[in-house]
């Protein structure tokens, strides 16, 4: 794993709440310039105890571009001024489509932001709707990916959903191919989750969603279809361009040292793990954010399979030998030889992964490792 810390910044406001988002987020904004003010505080008190390098930035949200770019340049100055940033250190911004227009995206990208994440969700504007994404249409996320290439971005990734109430694997087929029409670097896919809470999860009785056949197969369909399209999975949700892969969420699943600023912000640092309380009052008011987990060495090597077995590589097991001092083929013999005879991995002399019929029950799997 690479040395330094990797920075994300939570900007928990939106144009309007989906009906399938529980995250930390919310239309109202009343309370966006405040919020701000105390994220350069919090980011200058932090830098005096960071010595050492920051490879990739991260804004996300809610919709970072709902604040402005003048805002969001502004908060990565201070970053800029007060951390030690690579020099190729990845900076990406979140959007949605009818968020941001040409104009505020040269200023982000004169500005230092070298990579977009944009919202599409799917081309079929009845599932847009469905989804409670009445902001935009299909048309508005196209438009984004021009004026954002206008600017000078040459590393988009698009988000893209299946299992949407109401889609077919056909539908969804049509989605993948307007989202590769767009030819972005990246594509992250997601199966819909219904999260208690949420508008779709209190109505779900009443919805058409896809069964978990179907879904299975639409997982399968956009693999196939995007490595039709020139793009490699280098983990279970996430497809890349050669060369192109989000090094900010490698950060994540590799297990690198990352810090988290604003509502909701998770931290994970030497080892113990922070969260900042979602309560903006508290925020504003400096309440700092809780220890939540001290990781052992137990801790540590388990995240490290749980977190591994998502990339398209696997565990590694030189490094885990070097990072832990055992051997993984001998402490798991019996848990290898189940899913190789099953085939739902592949074990060589150098790694463990799973195959694509393993990637569907992944879940299941990965909690049979570290449970």
């Given at each position: 794993?690479?040395?330094?810390?990797?920075?994300?910044?939570?900007?928990?406001?939106?144009?309007?709440?989906?009906?399938?988002?529980?995250?930390?987020?919310?239309?109202?904004?009343?309370?966006?310039?405040?919020?701000?003010?105390?994220?350069?505080?919090?980011?200058?008190?932090?830098?005096s105890f960071v010595k050492t390098n920051v490879p990739t930035v991260y804004f996300g949200g809610g919709t970072p571009t709902v604040i402005g770019a003048e805002a969001l340049c502004g908060l990565l100055q201070v970053i800029k001024?007060?951390?030690?940033?690579?020099?190729?250190?990845?900076?990406?911004?979140?959007?949605?489509?009818?968020?941001?227009?040409?104009?505020?995206?040269?200023?982000?990208?004169?500005?230092?932001?070298?990579?977009?994440?944009?919202?599409?969700?799917?081309?079929?504007?009845?599932?847009?709707?469905?989804?409670?994404?009445?902001?935009?249409?299909?048309?508005?996320?196209?438009?984004?990916?021009?004026?954002?290439?206008?600017?000078?971005?040459?590393?988009?990734?698009?988000?893209?959903?299946?299992?949407?109430?109401?889609?077919?694997?056909?539908?969804?087929?049509?989605?993948?191919?307007?989202?590769?029409?767009?030819?972005?670097?990246?594509?992250?896919?997601?199966?819909?989750?219904?999260?208690?809470?949420?508008?779709?999860?209190?109505?779900?009785?009443?919805?058409?969603?896809?069964?978990?056949?179907?879904?299975?197969?639409?997982?399968?369909?956009?693999?196939?279809?995007?490595?039709?399209?020139?793009?490699?999975?280098?983990?279970?949700?996430?497809?890349?361009?050669?060369?192109?892969?989000?090094?900010?969420?490698?950060?994540?699943?590799?297990?690198?040292?990352?810090?988290?600023?604003?509502?909701?912000?998770?931290?994970?640092?030497?080892?113990?793990?922070?969260?900042?309380?979602?309560?903006?009052?508290?925020?504003?008011?400096?309440?700092?954010?809780?220890?939540?987990?001290?990781?052992?060495?137990?801790?540590?090597?388990?995240?490290?399979?749980?977190?591994?077995?998502?990339?398209?590589?696997?565990?590694?097991?030189?490094?885990?030998?070097?990072?832990?001092?055992?051997?993984?083929?001998?402490?798991?013999?019996?848990?290898?030889?189940?899913?190789?005879?099953?085939?739902?991995?592949?074990?060589?002399?150098?790694?463990?992964?799973?195959?694509?019929?393993?990637?569907?029950?992944?879940?299941?799997?990965?909690?049979?490792?570290?449970?």
């Open positions: 794993m690479n040395n330094g810390v990797s920075l994300y910044i939570h900007i928990p406001y939106c144009k309007s709440k989906c009906g399938y988002c529980d995250f930390c987020s919310s239309p109202e904004t009343s309370t966006a310039e405040a919020y701000v003010k105390e994220l350069k505080k919090r980011l200058i008190s932090r830098s001024d007060r951390y030690d940033l690579d020099k190729d250190c990845e900076i990406t911004v979140e959007a949605n489509p009818g968020t941001v227009n040409e104009k505020e995206l040269s200023l982000l990208r004169v500005a230092g932001f070298n990579r977009i994440s944009a919202g599409l969700q799917t081309a079929n504007e009845t599932e847009l709707i469905m989804l409670g994404r009445t902001s935009h249409m299909v048309s508005d996320g196209e438009r984004l990916v021009s004026d954002a290439r206008d600017a000078g971005f040459e590393n988009i990734n698009l988000d893209l959903m299946y299992g949407i109430p109401g889609q077919t694997t056909g539908s969804f087929e049509e989605s993948v191919a307007f989202v590769a029409s767009l030819h972005p670097e990246h594509i992250s896919s997601y199966a819909l989750k219904l999260e208690e809470g949420t508008p779709l999860y209190e109505k779900r009785g009443a919805l058409d969603l896809p069964d978990d056949d179907t879904v299975a197969d639409m997982y399968l369909l956009l693999n196939r279809r995007l490595k039709e399209y020139g793009y490699v999975r280098y983990e279970i949700s996430n497809f890349s361009k050669p060369g192109y892969e989000s090094r900010h969420n490698l950060r994540y699943w590799q297990g690198g040292d990352y810090l988290g600023f604003g509502v909701s912000a998770a931290s994970l640092y030497r080892r113990e793990r922070y969260l900042q309380s979602s309560d903006m009052n508290a925020f504003l008011s400096g309440e700092a954010p809780d220890v939540v987990e001290t990781l052992d060495d137990d801790g540590v090597r388990l995240e490290y399979i749980m977190l591994h077995l998502r990339l398209a590589y696997g565990v590694q097991k030189r490094e885990f030998a070097d990072r832990f001092g055992l051997d993984f083929d001998l402490i798991y013999k019996n848990k290898i030889r189940k899913y190789v005879s099953g085939g739902f991995a592949v074990n060589t002399d150098g790694s463990f992964y799973l195959t694509e019929k393993g990637l569907l029950v992944s879940n299941s799997i990965i909690a049979d490792f570290i449970y």
